[in-house]
């Protein structure tokens, strides 16, 4: 129990790495912020800074995830302490002790985890989230997509009711942080 615990709160700890404040603050020279949404990821990154910066971002976000979900599945082995790690790790993305609470919005952070957890759900999601974000000229469109999809494809892949759970806990998190996106949203729908 405690390696979980201790690997629970390593989790948290790498998905609390605000990547795109230090991208931008020590390699831009700028506190994004203060800049564009005053988000963190990837898309804000892209908005204010550039492609370059904001894929890095995106790369980095992804990647650390990933990884820290293989290592769980490595070292971990029980379904739900799989999911604990995860979920921690989102945590940690949206509420980074790092910067007082404030956070990311934990889309890059739960593409990684999808990705380890399953590619063929990921890719679901990459999907759904390319084509809304299209359709609609959103990301957060896509991202909210993704979201919705991403519990019950991985539900239907792994049959396990923990993934499921981890699936809905992940997706209401993430749409839980998109609130101030789908207000803005639903106030330009009621103007046209």
Same mark, same amino acid.
């Given at each position: ?13 790498? /998905?609390?790495? !605000? $990547? ?12 994004? +912020? ?6 963190? /990821?990837? $898309?804000?990154? $892209?908005?204010?800074?550039?492609? &370059? ?13 990933? /990884?820290?979900?293989?290592?769980? %599945? ?14 921690? #790790?989102? #945590?940690? *993305? ?5 910067? &007082? ?8 952070? $739960? ?7 399953? !590619? ?30 991403? !519990? ?5 892949? %792994? +049959? ?12 209401? =998190? ?5 609130? &101030? *996106?789908?207000?803005?949203?639903? =106030? ?5």
């Amino acid at each position: 129990m405690g390696i979980i615990l201790a690997y629970g709160l390593f989790s948290y700890l790498v /998905g609390a790495i !605000p $990547t795109g404040y230090l991208i931008s603050k020590y390699v831009a020279h700028v506190n994004i +912020q203060n800049h564009g949404s005053g988000n963190m /990821g990837a $898309t804000n990154m $892209t908005r204010v800074l550039g492609k &370059k910066y904001g894929f890095l971002t995106l790369a980095i976000d992804v990647s650390k995830s990933y /990884g820290v979900v293989k290592g769980a %599945q490595h070292f971990l082995f029980l379904d739900w302490a799989i999911c604990f790690s995860a979920a921690a #790790l989102l #945590l940690g *993305n949206c509420y980074s002790v790092f910067l &007082k609470g404030r956070g990311g919005k934990g889309v890059a952070t $739960t593409f990684g985890i999808y990705g380890a957890l399953s !590619p063929f759900v990921c890719f679901i999601g990459v999907g759904v989230y390319g084509i809304l974000a299209w359709m609609i000229k959103l990301s957060a469109a896509g991202s909210l997509g993704a979201a919705v999809i991403f !519990p019950v494809a991985l539900y239907m892949e %792994q +049959q396990k009711i923990m993934y499921g759970v981890l699936g809905f806990i992940l997706s209401s =998190i993430v749409i839980y942080r998109h609130k &101030k *996106n789908i207000h803005d949203f639903m =106030i330009k729908a009621k103007c046209i």
